[in-house]
């Protein structure tokens, strides 16, 4: 493997990282990666782990959040083979899948993250700490919503993971896309990088190999097109220390356009099923 990009954590300490390009895979890896991560992900700054909504950046993410719920739980209706047990990897502060047992789903969920957990606790959604509590069971549908990309032992998660999912369920994977044009336009700037919170940086090729190991074929890529303008202006920041909202929606639509053509989009959606 060769270096591909060296970056630094831009949100929490500000330390060096290289990415390191497995040539077979068609992935990177972020190097070195640190064996406590959880230091990194001590941060107001860290959205995902909280319901914040004081800032510009913040409003936005929770106001994308909510329509996205919406579309989630549709696309999980679309490729379900009717088992409505679902399993969300990475849950947060649970609303993906308050959204879910609403629409008559029998919801679990894990998340390492106490303060996320605890925060799901007081909607009503009891979280689990880590996937060892869950490996006895099946679902019909298991989610990881960003998520992949922060798990360590790659290989062996997914052999997990898979070993979770009823033999017809629907294994949904949404991930950001390294070969996208905001990130080859950002660089070492690009926040979806996000190192090393992100271990793991995948292309559509290392998604079809990683799980096509474990007996999981690809049937579905679908794109997250607001991924690009959000990513864009985290990125700005990154690069001039301003939000420049005007360039970072003209990178996230020019990101957007010319994927029309490449079909290399900002982050993309995988809807994986058994071979």
Same mark, same amino acid.
């Given at each position: 493997?060769k270096p591909?990009?060296?970056?630094?954590?831009?949100?929490?300490?500000?330390?060096?990282?290289?990415?390191?390009?497995?040539?077979?895979?068609?992935?990177?890896?972020?190097?070195?990666?640190?064996?406590?991560?959880?230091?990194?992900?001590?941060?107001?700054?860290? #959205?995902?782990?909280?319901?914040?909504?004081?800032?510009?950046?913040?409003?936005?993410?929770?106001?994308?959040?909510?329509?996205?719920?919406?579309?989630?739980? *549709?696309?999980?209706?679309?490729?379900?083979?009717?088992?409505?047990?679902?399993?969300?990897?990475?849950?947060?502060?649970?609303?993906?899948?308050?959204?879910?047992?609403?629409?008559?789903?029998?919801?679990?969920?894990?998340?390492?993250?106490?303060?996320?957990?605890?925060?799901?606790?007081?909607?009503?959604?009891?979280?689990?700490?880590?996937?060892? *509590?869950?490996?006895?069971?099946?679902?019909?549908?298991?989610?990881?919503?960003?998520?992949?990309?922060?798990?360590?032992?790659?290989?062996?998660? #997914?052999?997990?993971?898979?070993?979770?999912?009823?033999?017809?369920?629907?294994?949904?994977?949404?991930v950001p896309?390294?070969?996208?044009?905001?990130?080859?336009?950002?660089?070492?700037?690009?926040?979806?990088?996000?190192?090393?919170?992100?271990?793991?940086?995948?292309?559509?090729?290392?998604?079809?190999?990683?799980?096509?190991?474990?007996?999981?074929?690809?049937?579905?890529?679908?794109?997250?097109?607001?991924?690009?303008?959000?990513?864009?202006?985290?990125?700005?920041k990154y690069?001039?220390?301003?939000?420049?909202?005007?360039?970072?929606? *003209?990178?996230?639509?020019?990101?957007?356009?010319? *994927?029309?053509?490449?079909?290399?989009?900002?982050?993309? #959606?995988?809807?994986?099923?058994?071979?």
């Open positions: 493997m591909y990009l060296k970056t630094k954590d831009y949100s929490v300490t500000g330390e060096d990282f290289e990415l390191v390009h497995d040539s077979v895979l068609q992935m990177l890896s972020t190097q070195p990666q640190p064996k406590n991560l959880d230091v990194y992900y001590k941060s107001e700054n860290y #959205i995902s782990h909280t319901d914040a909504k004081e800032t510009v950046v913040e409003k936005l993410y929770q106001r994308v959040k909510k329509y996205s719920l919406h579309k989630k739980v *549709a696309l999980i209706e679309k490729y379900s083979s009717g088992n409505r047990t679902l399993l969300d990897v990475g849950a947060g502060t649970g609303d993906f899948l308050l959204k879910a047992q609403k629409n008559n789903w029998h919801v679990e969920g894990v998340e390492p993250n106490l303060d996320a957990r605890n925060r799901a606790a007081e909607k009503g959604v009891e979280l689990n700490s880590d996937l060892d *509590a869950v490996l006895e069971k099946n679902y019909g549908v298991v989610t990881l919503w960003h998520v992949l990309e922060h798990l360590p032992n790659l290989e062996e998660q #997914i052999k997990n993971l898979v070993s979770v999912l009823s033999e017809d369920g629907t294994l949904v994977v949404a896309n390294f070969k996208s044009y905001d990130a080859q336009h950002y660089k070492e700037f690009w926040a979806a990088y996000d190192v090393p919170r992100h271990l793991w940086h995948f292309s559509k090729m290392s998604i079809e190999k990683l799980f096509g190991k474990q007996g999981m074929k690809v049937v579905q890529v679908k794109p997250m097109l607001f991924d690009s303008f959000y990513v864009s202006l985290l990125s700005e690069k001039t220390g301003n939000q420049n909202y005007v360039r970072a929606f *003209a990178v996230g639509l020019w990101s957007n356009l010319k *994927a029309l053509g490449s079909r290399e989009y900002s982050s993309h #959606i995988y809807i994986l099923k058994r071979q």
